[in-house]
């Protein structure tokens, strides 16, 4: 390999690092008008009247809208392939406040000041509902309906309960099962609700171009199913919309949603005048999206030997007040996390509630770390009732070559699934390396007696792309100078995925890397892929590349073995440069010249790929903490991850995506929490109080890529995004554990929260 | 109002409203590399220098920056130090997403440009504490922090 698995140049970095105007935001269209969104201050309230007259007289104020101007098409605002297992239960502006937060009006003014303005001056007449801010409350009741709209297209049990989505799925017989098993552990854990915070907020600019078309510049995860949105929700034809994405400045699953887009098309429709719409941060923790609050019972049945025999999770989660992802990211909890041990009878049942809190959706991981938490602090527990190793309890049941998922042909995407085979798997070695790097059996010696050190670890795995439903186009096209033309509609949100897609591309013309020259994510200019999430684009966008740089490689070797007089199997491309059986040599400048001058032809091609196949990535991870036993305070002192994501393309950006994962994992165990009152407010909107890891809260981090070579992945490479944020809680909580014999079955693992669990424990 | 300061070492008069921010005021006139992260100073995306100390911008008035030098990476793009902590940067794969870099970069170049009294040098703690006010949500520090200790780690320390 000459160019993958090297660590070339990230292809946008040194533009990023000299701060050039790249991003959504870094752009004026003159005659820019602001938006701004007036929220609902009640959690459950018709929005009876919107007086606008006041805030209209105002200087600079263009445009006031709610819901009595908008026609009402139900849609889920959930970033997902047509069609969307999302309930259709959202409309652009609702007649009914559903959250603190929910849009009741939008202002668009001359400047985004004035717009603020404007806002305290429109009079708002409510009609105040009952409130259920509370899951289990929600899931019982059937007086008080958060959805009872009359077009429920996707509602799990519209009109009659406030139940999102359910999902009872069996494998075996898990009842009967437990009546023979030595031991049988119940445990109940609940999981917080936290946000992305990537650090560029939601924004997005609308213009009507020249053309009368739409031309929309956000900041997204999936511009191609924005695009399909929008043309539903506008009513105009995709023809007349155009998505752009500049660079993103992180996602995490937050921009796989359509956020604002609507607001700023409307808006620009509306005033012919180019709408800009960017998020506060308070906007961002309370009107954006989270990681799924959950409270997840595992039952495990064993054997005295530690076979484990069955396995039962049952998760109750608050999607808040519209169900995006709902039905899916429940089903990832499940589906991606319990086949870590293919026990014989496994039973996996959800009950996913609307409840009048802001909204849940996608987060990095989507499902799985609240699940892999429950999962891995129960095998600890299990391992402890049993007293057998925890290592090897672990060691004993986890899944290995050759196994099939038990799960997959039961779930897929929101729906029956493909069977999935384990074809390829490191996690033995992760394993291996991962107990090494941390010293696995030797605690080391704390510096006080009032400190006390622990390890934990934690096994997790992911998925590849969505299997049978994921899939990208990718065009190549070759120039005079022998450089390419790489176009995607893969989606670089900081990831990475440009320049990964480019070094495959480059890898497979024989070229070097300076000479694909990538267009990612326009709609007009590339082909269509389903966007960044799932940890599809290395596997599955990675699949388009290779088949279309392999067809044009294709195309030049059937006009050089005319030319040549050989076969075109006999013709090889390496190093910039093309030979023949007989000492023919080119350069593909030259090569390109002969194709377009004397062949005349264009070498280009598009392909698209797909994947029936979700091979998962797997990761051990490994943590060393120490408490201090008077103040309850968690230091985490070392944290390693040994990760098989196949064969890592570009092994630095691979360690960067497991690092950045860590950390955002460690905020998730230790001090991340959107914390709400009785009513469903956020009581921490900002960086201050909604705390994320700064450079200072990160331990030293030891990240080891374990190589494997999948057999349906392009050059073997398997997904890393998303599997090493599974880990990090249920190892930092297993260490807890045995430095202090304290198991926090709720995270954040606050200095509170585990100094009440050593009183508890010395009581 | 009108104020009138030296940008990036050109004499620059902004017209701006009272209570605007210098990086609202900045990003107007179209200098785009101070980010807007959150509005409260808690990020750093937006740091700039104000008379060479690294400041978020966010949380000055556009007014105090009257009289007064101000520095964006835009007026930092031939300087040696920074092109080094680019460099070094690009190279460790510390740039993911890229939106808290600017601001990021603006705060290890104060750090080393400043330097450290005589006899300590730039170790890892202390490139660390500079960058608590710099908040970056892909990289969990790792990469940015062995760049920074690379560029340090080349600089002469005064004896």
């Known amino acids: ?763 | 109002m009108n104020i009138s300061f030296n940008l990036n070492g050109t004499a620059t008069d902004l017209e701006v409203a009272p209570g605007e921010t210098l990086l609202q005021a900045l990003r107007a006139a179209k200098v785009f590399s101070p980010k807007l992260g959150c509005e409260t100073g808690d990020c750093g995306s937006c740091t700039v220098l104000l008379d060479g100390q690294p400041v978020n911008s966010c949380m000055v008035v556009a007014a105090r920056a009257d009289g007064h030098r101000v520095t964006t990476m835009e007026g930092l793009l031939g300087d040696d130090l920074m092109v080094r902590l680019q460099t070094e940067l690009v190279e460790h794969g510390a740039v993911q997403c890229g939106y808290c870099i600017p601001g990021l970069l603006i705060s290890l170049y104060a750090l080393m440009k400043q330097g450290l009294p005589a006899g300590e040098d730039i170790d890892e703690k202390t490139i660390r504490h500079a960058l608590t006010g710099n908040l970056c949500r892909c990289t969990g520090y790792v990469k940015p922090v062995e760049a920074a200790r690379a560029v340090a780690a080349a600089m002469e320390v005064p004896k």
């Open chain 1, 1 to 763: 390999m000459k160019v993958v698995g090297r660590n070339v140049t990230k292809i946008d970095a040194f533009k990023l690092a000299r701060g050039e105007p790249v991003f959504t935001d870094d752009f004026h269209r003159e005659g820019m008008l602001y938006a701004k969104v007036l929220r609902s201050p009640h959690p459950h309230a018709k929005i009876l009247n919107v007086n606008a007259s006041a805030a209209l007289e105002l200087d600079g104020v263009v445009d006031v809208i709610w819901h009595r101007d908008v026609k009402a098409i139900p849609h889920t605002r959930a970033g997902q392939s047509h069609p969307e297992p999302s309930p259709y239960d959202t409309l652009v502006l609702p007649p009914k406040a559903r959250f603190i937060g929910d849009r009741v009006a939008v202002v668009v003014a001359e400047s985004a000041a004035q717009a603020t303005a404007a806002l305290a001056r429109l009079e708002v007449e409510y009609e105040e509902l009952p409130a259920l801010t509370d899951m289990d409350e929600a899931l019982a009741e059937t007086e008080v309906l958060i959805h009872e709209e009359p077009d429920p297209r996707g509602i799990s049990e519209a009109g009659a309960t406030n139940v999102a989505a359910r999902i009872d799925k069996q494998v075996g017989d898990v009842d009967a099962a437990l009546k023979d098993c030595d031991l049988v552990v119940t445990r109940t854990y609940y999981l917080p609700r936290v946000q992305a915070s990537h650090i560029e907020p939601h924004v997005s600019i609308a213009w009507i171009d020249e053309d009368d078309r739409l031309i929309v510049r956000t900041s997204t995860q999936v511009p191609f199913h924005l695009r399909r949105m929008l043309a539903r929700i506008l009513e105009i034809p995709e023809a007349r919309i155009r998505v752009i994405k500049p660079r993103v400045g992180g996602g995490f699953g937050d921009k796989q949603e359509l956020v604002i887009e609507d607001l700023v098309s409307v808006l620009a429709l509306r005033t012919g005048r180019p709408v800009r719409l960017e998020f506060t941060r308070e906007e961002e923790l309370t009107a954006a999206r989270y990681r799924h609050p959950q409270r997840i019972t595992m039952t495990t049945g064993v054997m005295n030997d530690g076979t484990i025999v069955a396995n039962r999770m049952h998760v109750l989660a608050d999607t808040g007040a519209y169900g995006s992802h709902a039905l899916t990211v429940q089903g990832n909890t499940g589906q991606k996390v319990l086949p870590m041990y293919p026990a014989a009878n496994i039973h996996f049942q959800v009950d996913c509630v609307y409840t009048n809190n802001p909204i849940s959706g996608a987060f990095r991981g989507y499902g799985a770390p609240q699940g892999c938490f429950a999962l891995e602090s129960h095998i600890d527990e299990v391992a402890l009732e049993l007293g057998m190793d925890r290592l090897e309890l672990r060691k004993k049941n986890h899944i290995k070559l050759g196994d099939t998922d038990p799960l997959s042909a039961k779930l897929g995407e929101g729906k029956e699934g493909l069977v999935r085979v384990v074809n390829s798997t490191g996690l033995d070695k992760a394993i291996e390396l991962g107990c090494e790097a941390i010293g696995w059996g030797k605690k080391s010696e704390p510096s006080a007696p009032h400190l006390k050190r622990g390890l934990g670890m934690a096994l997790a795995m992911q998925g590849s792309g969505i299997a049978g439903v994921d899939w990208g186009g990718a065009t190549v096209k070759l120039n005079d100078d022998g450089s390419v033309n790489l176009s995607v509609g893969a989606t670089d949100i900081g990831q990475g995925s440009d320049t990964v897609l480019a070094q495959m591309c480059a890898e497979e013309l024989g070229i070097p890397y300076d000479k694909v020259i990538i267009l990612s994510s326009d709609t007009d200019l590339t082909p269509f892929d389903v966007g960044a999430y799932a940890s599809s684009t290395t596997y599955v966008s990675g699949g388009a590349v290779v088949k279309a740089a392999a067809e044009v490689r294709g195309q030049l070797a059937g006009v050089l073995g005319a030319h040549w007089e050989c076969g075109p199997e006999e013709i090889v491309f390496s190093d910039g440069r093309v030979t023949g059986p007989r000492e023919q040599s080119m350069t593909m400048g030259d090569v390109a010249l002969f194709a377009l001058y004397e062949a005349k032809i264009q070498p280009m091609a598009t392909a698209s790929h797909m994947s029936d196949d979700s091979p998962p990535p797997f990761a051990a991870q490994f943590a060393e903490v120490e408490v201090d036993t008077e103040t309850g305070q968690v230091h985490l002192r070392r944290f390693v991850s040994a990760v098989d994501c196949g064969t890592p393309i570009h092994p630095r950006l691979a360690e960067g995506q497991i690092e950045g994962a860590v950390a955002q994992g460690l905020g998730y165990a230790l001090f991340e929490e959107v914390l709400l009152d009785r009513t469903g407010r956020v009581l921490n909107p900002n960086f201050l109080d909604y705390k994320i890891a700064s450079s200072l809260d990160v331990p030293d981090m030891v990240t080891i890529l374990v190589s494997t070579d999948e057999p349906t992945g392009p050059y073997g490479a398997k997904a890393a995004g998303e599997v090493p944020i599974d880990g990090p809680a249920p190892a930092i909580v297993n260490a807890i554990r045995d430095a202090v014999g304290v198991r926090m079955y709720r995270i954040p693992a606050t200095s509170e929260r585990v100094w009440r669990g050593l009183k508890e424990e010395t009581r």
